[in-house]
């Protein structure tokens, strides 16, 4: 997890989004705890306030629950919860950026398609 | 201390007005950036709060109170560039005289944190560098640990190293402490993570206060060819407009309702810092 100064999202939003990314990848799996609060201030050097509200946003939307006392903890069922947000947002962030610049260049939907599988027999 | 509340103040240095009817409510447990231009009135400011300086008009109230008691000034603890200490004060006389006043301050561990940073502490103020005063000041300020430390340019004459060490210590003592830390400084960018709550000040008035994450969301930049943006710059309302090559760029305040944009107009988040040069910009016209 790495928050990029160049990218001028909140930083909350980045937290969360790197926890989210964290989840996903099973580097905290279901069940375990994550960061606390105090420890994503000192490994990002940022006010307590602002990664509190990054966890606090997983807790809010169902992917984690707090132990009190103890900390945050991944829930379980969250990866696949995660994976469905993500799918949906996906359409949003990556698909219309992508359709947009297409048109702006007249690539046609076919090449456009055909492009996207050619990159994936590339990367397979 | 709960709150600090600024009432009305004005500040005339003779026919310079410093501070115009500045209202503001300090509150317990959040690290503050107070930030301006040089000359904004950010200094100004601190000292009337400090009660270094007495305001032309207007009051302040230290937990609904006017006056700042003895219990009071022990939760307050204001340090400016300006070399106020007697100049021969040895550093451990200074550390010494500080723990006598401020209950928290931790003497051994203060002086063992500052020889860590190789000041030796049998040096007087006089005779350290630049850079050695400004940690001996901003260390000493925060192991104050007291419930109010306002910090004026805190990193003037910090090198990049210091710096970071020393944006360290400010996020330590606020997690050790939940105390309120109000950072005044031109170096927006540099300090703005560690921040929860923004002033911006201009000319002597606060222009604009909010959560720093209520300023980022609620500002954006829009790109794009010239006729587009015409199209549609009436429906914001603009902070910024540059004009660079037949493209326009409008920073802008989000309203409530994000209209559709045309195809060709690209958004893009602006800086905190692009934000306040923007509104400084603006404020000179």
């Known amino acids: 997890m790495k928050l990029n100064n160049q990218d001028q999202r909140p930083i909350y939003l980045q937290i969360q989004e790197g926890l989210e990314d964290a989840i996903l990848a099973g580097t905290y799996a279901e069940e375990t705890q994550i960061p606390s609060t105090t420890e994503l201030s000192q490994a990002f050097q940022i006010n307590p306030a602002t990664a509190g509200k990054g966890v606090n946003t997983l807790v809010d939307e169902g992917f984690c629950y707090k132990k009190r006392g103890i900390g945050i903890f991944v829930k379980k069922g969250a990866r696949e919860m995660l994976k469905q947000k993500r799918q949906t947002a996906f359409k949003e962030s990556y698909l219309s950026p992508l359709i947009k610049e297409a048109k702006q260049l007249d690539i046609s939907m076919e090449n456009l398609i055909r492009w996207i599988k050619e990159a994936d027999d590339a990367n397979n | ?285």
């Open chain 2, 1 to 285: 201390m709960q709150t600090i509340k600024i009432c009305d103040i004005s500040k005339n240095y003779r026919d310079v007005l410093a501070l115009d009817k500045v209202n503001l409510e300090l509150q317990a447990g959040k690290i503050y950036g107070l930030l301006g231009r040089n000359g904004a009135g950010k200094s100004t400011l601190l000292k009337i709060i400090a009660d270094r300086i007495r305001p032309t008009s207007g009051q302040i109230l230290y937990n609904g109170k006017t006056i700042l008691d003895d219990t009071t000034s022990r939760q307050l603890y204001f340090s400016e560039p300006d070399k106020t200490f007697p100049e021969l004060l040895k550093v451990k006389e200074l550390c010494y005289y500080t723990s006598q006043f401020y209950p928290k301050f931790n003497l051994d561990e203060v002086l063992q944190i500052l020889q860590d940073f190789g000041i030796n502490e049998k040096k007087r103020l006089n005779q350290l560098s630049t850079g050695n005063f400004a940690i001996v000041r901003s260390i000493v300020a925060l192991q104050t640990r007291a419930g109010f430390i306002f910090l004026d340019e805190p990193t003037l004459g910090h090198d990049a190293v210091n710096r970071e060490l020393f944006y360290n210590e400010v996020l330590r003592i606020y997690r050790e402490e939940q105390n309120t830390i109000v950072l005044s400084t031109h170096l927006i960018d540099e300090i703005s993570n560690l921040l929860e709550e923004v002033i911006f000040i201009d000319h002597g008035q606060i222009f604009l206060e909010d959560n720093l994450d209520n300023i980022i969301t609620s500002h954006f930049y829009l790109t794009g060819p010239s006729e587009q943006i015409e199209q549609i710059e009436r429906s914001y309302s603009v902070i910024e407009k540059k004009e660079n090559l037949g493209f326009v760029s409008l920073l802008i305040r989000r309203p409530s309702v994000t209209p559709d944009l045309p195809d060709g107009i690209k958004t893009s988040r602006a800086s905190l810092q692009d934000i306040f040069v923007a509104y400084s910009k603006k404020r000179d016209k």
